[in-house]
């Protein structure tokens, strides 16, 4: 099916642990993006991709780590789960071309206990 | 930098009424503005977007959007609200001269009451 997916949909995990969350488009659109969504913060960007191997920090970088080996996948890794990265985290991609609205993967559910 | 800002954290209208959710913006150059909704527990998605001619813009599900650059503003509009519409909202701009970065609002909570 054409579109954004995200896996796994929901995730409990304990502090410390290391959480790696997927994210698949199928459009080979050229960026792609991670966010989390909080109560009274709206959605923060954290990382963003413009092209394959072309990564760069968000407004809220700090104890995540991504990569883009391939146009269409972009995986986002919480090394060392905190509890303050509970969160439920949005994966979006867009096509090149400053006009272009972007489109959202159906969110992960992280819990981190 | 870029800013947006949605002043209402919750929006209350009765069903068939006018609704307007309010979003101000902040950039340094031309901005691109975009309305996006949330159903719960689903991802954001596309309702309309500024990006030059006309400052009325109209989208899906009957929603329209008028870009006001004097008062840097871009409200999201529909003439008769349904229960449906109830929703997160949220605005988002992006100024040309940042690349691709999108800037979200804190979102609007909008309640259309039957």
């Known amino acids: 099916d054409a579109g954004i997916t995200q896996s796994p949909r929901y995730k409990i995990t304990e502090t410390g642990r290391q959480v790696t969350l997927m994210c698949h488009q199928t459009?080979?659109?050229?960026?792609m993006f991670w966010y989390r969504q909080d109560l009274g913060h709206g959605l923060r960007l954290i990382y963003y991709?413009?092209?394959?191997?072309?990564?760069d920090k968000g407004e809220v970088p700090d104890g995540y780590v991504v990569s883009r080996s391939k146009t269409e996948n972009f995986p986002l890794t919480l090394e060392s789960a905190t509890r303050s990265q509970t969160s439920v985290y949005f994966c979006?991609?867009?096509?090149?071309?400053?006009?272009?609205?972007?489109?959202f993967g159906p969110g992960t559910r992280l819990t981190v206990l | 930098a870029q800013s947006v800002a949605q002043p209402e954290d919750q929006v209350n209208v009765a069903e068939g009424n006018p609704l307007t959710v309010k979003c101000t913006y902040s950039v340094s150059g031309n901005p691109y503005l975009f309305w996006y909704v949330q159903y719960p527990n689903r991802g954001l998605q596309f309702l309309l977007k500024y990006i030059t001619g006309d400052n009325l813009v109209k989208g899906s599900y009957g929603f329209e959007a008028e870009f006001n650059k004097s008062q840097t503003s871009f409200h999201l509009k529909k003439p008769s609200a349904l229960v449906s519409d109830s929703a997160l909202y949220f605005c988002a701009v992006r100024d040309v001269n940042y690349g691709q970065n999108f800037v979200f609002g804190p979102g609007t909570r909008l309640s259309v009451l039957p």
């Open positions: 979006a991609s867009v096509a090149g071309g400053a006009y272009n609205e972007q489109f």
């Open positions: 991709s413009a092209a394959a191997d072309i990564t």
């Open positions: 459009w080979s659109h050229s960026y």
